[in-house]
């Protein structure tokens, strides 16, 4: 395996700060990481990365939550609603009816706000409030403005946030109405409201939390970190493949980094890091397209739709990240329909673990790859799902049973029942 990425730390630049700093996964430029805001590269405009000049092991992790892995993170504490210690779930009948040696669920739906984006805003803030910002902001097709208003609420920052007009989930705007942010509903897309926003970002509006925030990403490298911790409590191994829904690619990205850390650090051989695996709707897959076409850059996709709206996203501005680690380690990107995101759904909630649809995504891609013999029958998987059962309550009912309407005696609910 090539894992061109896998040793960054070369010589410590003189703009570290307490051994972290900022460097451009293009050019190498490197910069500090706390004295100005920068969200992309100056010199060539490339995405930016957090390095370290040492890597911790298994061993240097204490505690609970996102902050057992403080000592992997650019910030030693958080603005915290104990996010992180997520349940890793067997699912007995998908991985019977799927067929590989080991499946488990990471489900990232259980977090304080529902949704793995808790995990990325208590580090995200928490910088922000070293940089003295104030105001937060992002786009969102729904669960980042839902945990950016909460932690903007329990930081005392006022939160801004654009949505695409329609186009999001009941529970997401809800939260992020209830958490006291001001919601822009946007007459576009979440693409469109990323421009927005990053455009308002630079002329130094506010503080931008999307993926594109290298800090936002280094608390969702946690979910790699606990993932191998509890796979190995639960299994006596490390999985073989990750596989995961795929809409800007922040995961795909943080997760690879946590494993090439892992890596640098000693404690991963590079044939030990598991093969990412991204999925995404058919109606919003530019990233399964620029795999299957072997490009380096994605292409905008204008029209996207589909069901799992936390995943309508046609330019996945983190593919600079997310396709060297789906390519450095084997790995792949499928798409698949919106009728087999509600029937994954449907398969996880037989089994007791209630996701919403973009969540269910990546059981859905795992069963295509596994009937196109893609994935084996020896290999060790973990599904992630990102987001609750709770979020999408209109997509949840639309794929459960309607209720029976009955009167009020229990004569009658007899008769029903028959
Ligand atoms: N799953 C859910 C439930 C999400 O909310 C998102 C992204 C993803 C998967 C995709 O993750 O971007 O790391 O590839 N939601 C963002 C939002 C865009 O605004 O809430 P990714």
Known sequence: MDLTLANPTAATPDCADDGAWLAC?????????????????????????VRYDDHPTFDDFSGRGVWRYADALPVDHGVSIDEGDTPLYEV??????????????????????????????????????????????????????????????????????????????AGKVAQASLHGAHILEVDGNFDDCLDVVADLADRGEAYLLNSLNPFRLEGQKTIGLEMLEQFREGTGSLPDRVVLPVGNAGNTSALFKAFRELVAAGELAP??????TGVQAEGAAPMVEAVAEGRETVRRWDDVETRATAIRIGN???????????????GTAVAVSDEEITDAQR?????????????????????????????GSDERVVCLTTGHLLKDPDAAAAAGVEPDPVPADTEGVLDHLG
Not at 271 to 276: A, I, K, Y
């Open 25 to 49: 996964i293009d050019c190498g430029w490197t910069g500090p990481p706390f004295e100005e805001i920068r969200y992309r590269c100056p010199d060539c405009d490339g995405l930016l990365e």
């Open 92 to 169: 007995p009948t998908i991985e019977d009816e799927v067929g590989v040696a080991a499946l488990r669920v990471k489900h990232e739906g259980m977090n304080p706000t529902g949704s793995f984006k808790d995990r990325g805003m208590t580090v995200g803030v928490r910088v922000a409030e070293k940089l003295g910002v104030d105001r937060l902001a992002c786009a969102s097709t729904g669960n980042t403005s839902a945990a950016l208003a909460c932690y903007g609420a329990r930081a005392g920052t006022p939160v801004l946030v654009l949505l695409p007009a329609g186009k999001v989930a």
């Open 271 to 276: 044939d030990e890091v598991p093969t990412m």
């Open 316 to 330: 996945p501005v983190n593919a600079p990240k997310a396709l060297p680690a789906i390519r450095e380690t084997g």
């Open 347 to 375: 398969a996880l909630a037989r089994d007791g673990v209630g996701v919403e649809p973009a969540s269910a995504a990546s059981v859905a891609g795992l069963r295509k790859l596994r009937e196109q013999g893609v994935v």
